[in-house]
């Protein structure tokens, strides 16, 4: 339940929660203190939509919004659409389908999982993620023998796959870098992977990148790279946000045929994509950049123009304020 509201603090106070503790326990309520301050903080705020962000959140508010008629946009990401034990816990989302106005889902395969669940395929909207316009001012300069990556070490996201594929490019290419940043459950697996295999002077794992030194490494890499897989549990990417910014900034992309990610890049033309788990596949696919830097800087200029013809962050926005627009007129 939403708890705090930006620029004024907690929804909730102390005195609050014990006035909701005496009625619940005489019987004058069943909600909770929480719901109460968010039923009472919509209501003083005069609030006209509630966007919820993920598919979890909407879960959540649902009721409220249907108690105070407020319509309700869901704007589903990733694991909440995805996850088998996450889509259970929230009832396969049936009141969330049933009473939001729009459903928003951020590629093409989550688009067709939405509806499988029984979401209705006029509420589902597909709008992929738009990144920075400052990715699109990056000109990569294609001279050194670098990949990066970038995202958290979870399961979906097996860093360890890219490791795995890099230390096949390093016996052909022992001047190879593979630059990995982030964090995450599977970081000090990943160390200990590029420890046993000595790939010391070749993998590096920074650990978070800032804004400025992940646009620095786009500068001068050959490709970005992710090997994404769906875990065990279900968990799938939405369309990952990193690849969108490699992109943009002109750089192709190494990546699987997964979830949202073939909406975006385009098989031998502004990147490549290789089966889920094919480490092999995923090798072969930088030692021939390494081999041919020309078509790295030709394949990384379509996706930058492809980008900026059809994955903007004003056309994802627009978007947005154009369902918002047209929820609140439904509900007048």
Do not use: W
Not at 211 to 240: C, M, R, W
């Amino acid at each position: 339940m939403p708890s705090y509201l930006e620029g004024k603090g907690s929804l909730n106070s102390d005195f609050n929660k014990v006035i909701i503790k005496i009625k619940r326990k005489l019987r004058l309520t069943l909600l909770t203190s929480a719901e109460h301050a968010f039923i009472s903080s919509l209501k003083k705020n005069k609030i006209q939509l509630v966007f919820a962000q993920y598919g979890t959140t909407a879960y959540r508010i649902v009721s409220i919004c249907k108690c105070l008629k407020i319509p309700l946009i869901t704007h589903f990401h990733g694991y909440d659409a995805s996850v088998d034990s996450v889509i259970k816990s929230c009832n396969n989302y049936k009141e969330v389908f049933d009473y939001s106005t729009y459903v928003i889902a951020v590629s093409l395969s989550m688009k067709d999982k939405l509806i499988e669940l029984g979401c209705p395929q006029e509420k589902v909207i597909y709008n992929t993620y738009g990144p920075n316009n400052l990715f699109l001012e990056i000109v990569p300069k294609f001279l050194e023998p670098i990949f990066i990556g970038l995202g958290r070490f979870v399961n979906k996201k097996a860093p360890y796959y890219t490791i795995l594929a890099f230390k096949q490019v390093v016996e052909k290419f022992p001047k190879a870098q593979l630059v990995i940043g982030g964090n995450g459950e599977l970081y000090e697996v990943c160390k200990n992977l590029v420890s046993y295999y000595q790939l010391e002077n070749n993998v590096i794992l920074p650990g978070v990148l800032s804004p400025k030194d992940f646009e620095a490494y786009l500068s001068k890499s050959l490709a970005f790279v992710q090997h994404s897989i769906t875990a065990i549990n279900g968990d799938q990417e939405g369309t990952p946000v990193a690849i969108l910014e490699a992109s943009a900034a002109g750089l192709p992309v190494i990546s699987t045929f997964h979830a949202g990610i073939p909406d975006v890049i385009i098989d031998g033309e502004t990147g490549f994509l290789v089966p889920e788990h094919d480490v092999d596949a995923m090798a072969q696919k930088m030692m021939l950049l390494l081999e041919n830097t020309s078509l790295a800087l030709q394949i990384g200029a379509k996706g930058k123009n492809r980008i900026r013809e059809c994955f903007t962050l004003e056309r994802h926005l627009r978007t947005i304020d154009e369902l918002i627009e047209k929820a609140i007129y439904r509900n007048e």
